[in-house]
């Protein structure tokens, strides 16, 4: 049975994969308020006419001590942060201060105030080149990048505010999040866009130029980079899953999000030229530093934990729910 409905505040909830929770969870009842500074939100994700969107910031006190009083959150689903592994590589700091310094002020109102659920988006970037394949939650997380610092370090300091004051955090540690709402209503839409799937199609509609394959020499089948893609829809479920886990008084943990298998670049092209029945246009280029051959998560301890696995599987539905979405409302609806 289904913890009861609950007033929960959502930090970057106008993002990707925070606006797909955000409907889920209003759909089941909870009362949502959406903390976001819209960097990369969008107003127009926010779909159901019961959840308030403030604009703002996880690190101003004064504005969380404000909301914490007006709606005694009971949780807080942390999605706001910067995700692209590039620019953190270059911009370090720009991603220790958002990524990691931020949530301090978060934690620290959420002490005040006696909050002690936290969900939080973490990454399989914590693991970085593994050790072997698919990774486990045992798997060393040894990031190669300032991003998957960024998230591990905040891993730390959430497992430091259980012992010191009893917070209880699930910490989900996505694969390849793809892509969009099962009826169009939302969907994926970055400025810049790095992930693959929208990537390529954005090759076909004419916003991006010829689709860069990395490297064709890995030591994978087709000699290109094998990820493990999970839908959006997918990972909203996980985090009711946790927020339900956490409700019902259950421990601490660190899951896994994936399907458990894993696709390489050149079958994510085939899918989509099989969806859509165009051809991708390709250059290829040599591998880019830092790029392991395979990333695929083991996520059985999902399921024995939050009881939870990913319901979408096949990859051509995926890229369809894309497809559909950036020929449907993202066409000139919020695309910027």
Known sequence: ??????TILVTGGAGYIGSHTVRLLAASGHKIVVLDNMVYGHEEAI??????????DIGDHALLRTLFREHGFSAVVHFAAYAYVGESVTDPLKYYRNNT????ALLEVMQEFGCQQFVFSST?????????????EATNQQPINPYGRSKLMLEWILADCETAWGLRAACLRYFNASGCADDGAIGEDHNPETHLIPRVLMALTGEAG????????YPTPDGTCIRDYIHVEDLAAAHAKALDHLAGGEASLKVNL?????????????AVEKVTGQSVPLEYAPRRAGDPAQLVADPSLAWETLQWKAQRTN???????????????RKGRYRR
């Open 1 to 6: 049975m289904s913890p009861s409905p609950r």
């Open 124 to 136: 399989c970037a914590t693991y970085g080149v593994p050790e072997q394949i698919p990774i486990t």
């Open 315 to 329: 990859i051509e539905e995926t890229v369809r729910s894309a497809w559909n979405w950036m020929n449907g409302p």
């Open 47 to 56: 779909v159901d006419a019961s959840v308030t969107l403030v604009p703002g």
């Open 101 to 104: 310094a931020a949530p301090l």
């Open 210 to 217: 010829p689709v860069q394959v990395f490297g064709t020499d």
């Open 258 to 270: 994936g399907t458990g298998v894993g696709i390489s670049v050149k079958e994510i092209i085939a």
